[in-house]
């Protein structure tokens, strides 16, 4: 290592043997005396080499990646829209409600609007009953007439039913 | 040159341009704005960039020019000696400094403006003397020249820096 050392300063050393040195000394704590000082140079060489600067982007180069960054978010910014857009659009048909319409009145719940829909189909219905009873009495006595003509009873069974009639009224 | 390529050539190289700068105007501000300056006019010109065969020498070499203009200039400006310029607390002038390295520091960094160029050109960024040549406009020889008095002046230092030390202990 002396005669590594002595070529060392007098400047013949390949890089290689300068690296083999430098290994020696700093990978090395437990040196010689006579080397002790001799491995504060090359501590003190790889200290240096492990220096680095604070060093800012040229102008030019920061507006390079600004414009960059400005594309990434706003290709960022629009992946979320439209990824909110799509989320309300499959949402939307759950929150449609059916409703009716009832003398002019939205009704959303669905069970009362049957009840109400049954409720105006059974007044109807009744209504229809009532409105064909005096239809009906007429057929029965047609019917009757017709039997009375065979049986030769029709008057008789014309002034019963005409006696009821009046007493009703 | 894309501002890709920019970043993987030129700004990869921020450290050792730092450390060079650092080495020759002994001030780590004055290093640091000096690679920013480069940095930039580097960028402006990017375009002539292509046409040059060893970017990292160019760059260096580059470094070292504008540092010594840095020199030149300040010192027109404050009329200051050659050797005086930019130099901040040495540590190793403070009285009492114990740790060697530290020293040996300010030792490396006391050396004329080109020896310890060199001499941390070849031991610290690993140069090839070719590449420091090319850096300092100067020819092999002459670099392997300064190399040699550069390291044998360091060890002068170290040698009566261990003296003293055993006096100081022999005496103490």
Redesign the interface.
Known sequence: MNDLLEK?????TS?TE??ELRHYFVSNENVSAGHE??R??F???D???Q???????????QQ??KVKRFWIRAFSYSGIAAALVLALWIQRPQQEKDYAIMHGRRIDDPEYAQRYAEKKLNDVNEMLQNGLKPLRDMEALKENLRNGRKNGSVKTEITESDKNRNINN | MD?KQ??TQI?SL??R???LA?SILRNTEA??DA??DL??K???KRSALEEVENVPAFMLRSMRNLCLDNIRQKREEDELPVELEFTEPNPHQQVEQKD??????GM?DDLPELQRTII?M?????M?LSEIAYVTSLTENAV??N??RA??K??QK??Y??KRVEEIVWKG
């Open positions: 060392y300063f007098r400047g013949e890089l300068e690296a000082a001799y504060a140079l501590v003190a060489f200290q240096e080499q220096e680095t600067p604070d060093v800012s982007l040229p102008k030019g180069l390079q990646h | 501002p920019f970043n700004l921020s450290d341009l730092f450390r650092k290093a640091q690679v920013q940095n930039m580097l960028w402006e060697l390295v530290i020293r040996i520091r490396i941390r070849r031991d610290v960024e690993g090839e392997s020249v190399l040699s390291r044998q360091i060890r170290i040698i820096e261990q």
